[in-house]
T-cell receptor, first 111, second 110 residues
């Protein structure tokens, strides 16, 4: 199982773009990269998933370089409500099963 | 469509007591799993199931049992509660690429 490394915490201000990078040096050929968001006292919520290059949805963008050894979650124009823990997961197409959740990145958005 | 539901929301047990945490999903997902989350930590996989009648162990299975008699339900049983099992428990089900988590059960073992 690919191990991931993320910053423990990040601070930002409202309206700024936030980029959270995740390292996964031993990612396997068939592994996908998935990001989840977790608010206090709630279960994690799926944000975005990708395999290579760039993926964008209504919430975020995910940038994956050609070597796939890292990925960057980009949150455009964050608001106070984006304060949460963000988890980067790496695993097979059925990612999430026997995938290890790390401690995640605690993002704190200030006014 | 309620998604993933868990009961109870809160529970306090004494050491040695047993109980069952309930989890149900109405999305007809084959895959379901149980995680625990300790304060300030990520989620750790306890048990998972790839379909009715099929279960397997995750990272931290000791002290917990599961069964999967129907697609909808995936209960987690604590056989003899210990203070080390104080945690928040999340149940999840998944489609082909996305996991859906329940609201969690906050368990305290005294």
């Amino acid at each position: 199982l690919a191990k991931t490394t993320q910053p423990i915490s990040m601070d930002s201000y409202e309206g700024q773009e936030v980029n959270i990078t995740c390292s996964h040096n031993n990612i396997a050929t068939n592994d996908y990269i998935t990001w989840y968001q977790q608010f206090p006292s709630q279960g994690p919520r799926f944000i975005i998933q990708g395999y290579k290059t760039k993926v964008t949805n209504e919430v975020a963008s995910l940038f994956i370089p050609a070597d796939r050894k890292s990925s960057t979650l980009s949150l455009p124009r964050v608001s106070l409500s984006d304060t949460a823990v963000y988890y980067c997961l790496v695993g097979g197409a059925l990612v999430g099963f026997k995938t290890i959740f790390g401690a995640g990145t605690r993002l704190f958005v200030k006014a | 469509n309620a998604g993933v539901t868990q009961t109870p929301k809160f529970q306090v047990l004494k050491t040695g007591q047993s109980m069952t945490l309930q989890c149900a999903q109405d999305m007809n997902h084959e895959y379901m799993s149980w995680y625990r989350q300790d304060p300030g930590m990520g989620l750790r996989l306890i048990h998972y199931s790839v379909g009715a009648g099929i279960t397997d162990q995750g990272e931290v299975p000791n002290g917990y049992n599961v069964s999967r008699s129907t697609t909808e339900d995936f209960p987690l049983r604590l056989l003899s509660a210990a203070p080390s099992q104080t945690s928040v428990y999340f149940c999840a089900s998944r489609s082909s690429d996305t996991q859906y988590f329940g609201p969690g059960t906050r368990l305290t073992v005294l």
